[in-house]
């Protein structure tokens, strides 16, 4: 079975602009978490998504925002780049995480750099 | 709110074994997980925990106790390849997976 993947692995984007990351989750797993990783934060939760529903949210700003399509895959968005935004963005997928036992899969990120 | 801490970095020789150690406290509990996350890298899943005590599996054990607020990753005959991020993560209330800041270990010969 394939991994999560993440596109594209590596970003450069100014501030103000927007970006868009895609992540396609392990076939047959319908839940979709985004984590923001930073040296001094560690992952930080962005939201979570399960048949094209956000399930959870973390506490980022409406910059950040996400979807999930009908196949599971999910993007998010950042608008406005800020020089904070620069991070790794983890994405992770998993069968349902409404069962206890669920666990979640990484793809290998998104490292975008805000200039 | 969810508070996770972990120490920040820890040093072992190669050959000995190494505790990492994570207290948690959040609002809800459904689970305590263990990732390693080699430089830069994914962080991939160790082990899971919801019921008190000890869970082996190889060189890898994880322990719980919820009364406690408190997990450890036990680590055995150390490796150099084990040197990473070690992070905890806790599923919460509403089933939010929060993660701690992980704990870097360095291997030594």
């Known amino acids: 079975k394939a991994g999560v993947t993440q596109t594209p692995r590596y970003l450069i984007k100014t501030r103000g602009q927007q970006v868009t990351l895609s992540c396609s989750p392990i076939s047959g797993h319908r839940s979709v978490s985004w984590y923001q990783q930073t040296p001094g934060q560690g992952l930080q939760f962005l939201f979570e998504?399960?048949?094209?529903?956000?399930?959870n949210k973390g506490n980022f700003p409406g910059r950040f925002s996400g979807r999930q399509f009908s196949n599971s895959r999910s993007e998010m968005n950042v608008s406005t780049l800020e020089l904070g935004d620069s991070a790794l963005y983890l994405c992770?997928?998993?069968?349902?995480?409404?069962?206890?036992?669920?666990?979640?899969?990484f793809g290998p990120g998104t490292r975008l750099t805000v200039l | 709110g969810q508070n996770i801490d972990q120490p920040t970095e820890m040093t072992a020789t190669e050959g000995a074994i190494v505790q990492i150690n994570c207290t948690y406290q959040?609002?809800?509990?459904?689970?305590l997980f263990w990732y390693q996350q080699h430089a830069g890298e994914a962080p991939t899943f160790l082990s899971y925990?919801?019921?008190?005590g000890l869970e082996e599996k190889g060189r890898f054990s994880s322990f719980l106790s919820r009364s406690k607020g408190y997990s450890y990753l036990l680590l055995k005959e150390l490796q150099m390849k084990d040197s990473a991020s070690y992070l905890c993560a806790v599923r919460g209330g509403y089933q939010k997976v929060t993660f701690g800041t992980g704990t870097k270990l360095q291997v030594i010969p």
């Open positions: 959040t609002s809800g509990f459904n689970g």
């Open positions: 992770a997928s998993s069968l349902d995480s409404l069962a206890n036992t669920d666990t979640q899969y």
């Open positions: 998504y399960f048949s094209e529903t956000q399930r």
């Open positions: 925990n919801v019921l008190d």
